[in-house]
């Protein structure tokens, strides 16, 4: 987890969700020092705090507003594709796409996706990048938490129309992953200790264990973290976006 330091506990805290560009009720935190005032100068002591996006496992909801704003078929004006600038120009997601090939359709989800930013208001610079397997759309942007959410919300709300829309317009089945700032890093590791607890407590008690949706990507690192652990098995059940993760113990036969 990132530290912050500064000399009280509270002026860390801001500090720390300044840079981040969240609010209080979007992070975990915890105060690992609170800090010395000293006497006269001498023996100050930085307070320090780490913060972190608070990521439930949970896409508990999507938000509504969003998907009715971003579902709109309206002409849109645009700057970014693939890490350079394009000239401003209308989308043709009004027009009715299908059977793109990569980079069409690639360029279209570009627009799609700064025309959803401009909606909530946090105007983002869409940059392309390819991850193995993986095409990742980084959403850069003054107003990271808003494209984020609490908890993460609305930014796998955008995760999951940025798939069906991909589904929707390409010949070939890509997989799309959405980023805001480093949040699908801090995810990721979130991600980690999730599957590692999760399965000491489906050891420890004998029980399955029923994880909240998440995106397809997500439940894939979870599958891969425990695949090589005997103990577990992992399966999908549901559909999306509400598709979740069941962790149960593994069937032994002696």
Known sequence: MPIYKAATVDEAIQNGLNQLGLTKDQ???????EG?????????????????????ETISEVVEETVEDVLEETP??????????????????????????DEAALTELALY???ISK????????????????????????????LIGKHGKTLNALQYLAQVFIHRVATNKLSIVVNVGNYREKRQEIIQRLAERTADKVIRTGQPVFLEPMPAFERKQIHAALSKNDGVKTHSEGEEPYRYLVVEPAKRFY
């Open 27 to 33: 992070v975990e935190l915890e105060i690992l020092d």
């Open 76 to 101: 849109v004006e645009i700057t970014v594709i693939d890490e350079f600038e394009v000239e401003s120009e209308e989308s043709s997601v009004e027009q009715e796409l299908s059977d793109l090939d």
């Open 36 to 56: 010395k005032k000293g006497f006269l100068g001498m023996g100050r002591k930085d307070a320090q705090v780490s913060i972190e996006p608070s990521v439930s």
């Open 113 to 115: 996706l700064t025309e």
């Open 119 to 146: 909606h909530l208001d946090a105007p983002a610079l869409v940059k392309m990048e390819r991850e193995a397997s993986l095409v990742v759309f980084h959403l850069e942007t003054q107003k990271q938490g808003i």
